[in-house]
């Protein structure tokens, strides 16, 4: 059974940067999309930012583009989020999740496993 675990969540200055890490066990990401997902206290959870499993194309919402790259690492069942020029509305609980085999990333229910998230806090 695949499952995901994230970590590199933390406290960070408005500013500052955090790289999150998607770890996988029990199975591959080869070939599965994966996604960024967060949710901030009171909000409804929102997709961040995903990474195709076939061809490495990426999408981001409008109000993290340019500060966050998401990445893949195949060998290492690992995905990657880099959040730079971090800002106060960037806090949230950020989860990572996979995209069944044969589902779209444009869709959240294609997407079938998810990880337990992890806190990310940007505050002075």
């Known amino acids: 059974q695949l499952q995901l675990v994230e970590s590199g969540g933390g406290l960070v200055q408005p500013g500052g940067s955090l790289r999150l890490s998607c770890v996988a066990s029990?199975?591959?990401?080869?070939?599965?999309?994966i996604g960024w997902f967060r949710q901030a206290p009171g909000k409804t959870r929102e997709g961040v930012s995903s990474?195709?499993?076939?061809?490495?194309?990426?999408y981001y919402i409008s109000t993290v583009k340019g500060r966050f790259t998401i990445s893949r690492d195949n060998a290492r069942n690992t995905v990657y989020l880099q959040m730079n020029s971090l800002k106060t509305d960037d806090t949230a609980v950020y989860y990572c999740?996979?995209?069944?085999?044969?589902?779209?990333?444009?869709?959240?229910?294609?997407?079938?496993?998810w990880g337990q998230g992890t806190q990310v806090t940007v505050s002075a």
């Open positions: 029990g199975g591959t990401l080869d070939y599965r999309d």
């Open positions: 999740a996979a995209v069944r085999p044969g589902g779209s990333w444009s869709y959240v229910h294609d997407y079938d496993i």
């Open positions: 990474i195709s499993g076939s061809d490495g194309s990426t």
